[in-house]
Nanobody, 122 residues
Framework: QVQLVESGGGLVQAGGSLRLACAAS????????MAWFRQAPGKEREFAAA???????NYTGSVKGRFTISRDNAKNTVFLQMNSLKPEDTAVYYCAARMGSYSGSYSLYDYWGQGTQVTVSS
């Protein structure tokens, strides 16, 4: 059983930056594809970024060039550096893990963190 704990959310003004972290325990971190999803109020959960176990990285179009996902397998942690934040980035951000190759579909992820709130004011 894998446990995921997110941190780093908060309130920031538009144009600012935040760095989210997700610490994993209970599994072999390097064998998991790690991803960040987000869910805004009244909307469905959507894919933001993923870093596969084989090193493949992908982003949803709206965050490309602004967000950077990275992972430290020695520390069992995945990060999401978010720059040039916009009010539309406001959401609860969830870390997720799956024991398989890359996927952008939330239904294919096996483990989830509790989420961390990111609020971007205009």
């Amino acid at each position: 059983q894998v446990q995921l704990v997110e941190s780093g959310g908060g309130l920031v003004q538009a144009g600012g930056s935040l760095r989210l972290a997700c610490a994993a325990s209970g599994g072999t971190f390097s064998t998991y594809t790690m991803a960040w999803f987000r869910q805004a109020p009244g909307k469905e959960r959507e894919f933001a970024a993923a870093f596969s176990r084989n090193g493949y990285i992908n982003y949803t179009g709206s965050v490309k060039g602004r967000f950077t996902i990275s992972r430290d397998n020695a520390k069992n942690t995945v990060f999401l550096q978010m720059n040039s934040l916009k009010p539309e980035d406001t959401a609860v951000y969830y870390c997720a893990a799956r024991m398989g190759s890359y996927s952008g579909s939330y239904s294919l992820y096996d483990y989830w963190g509790q989420g961390t709130q990111v609020t971007v004011s205009s």
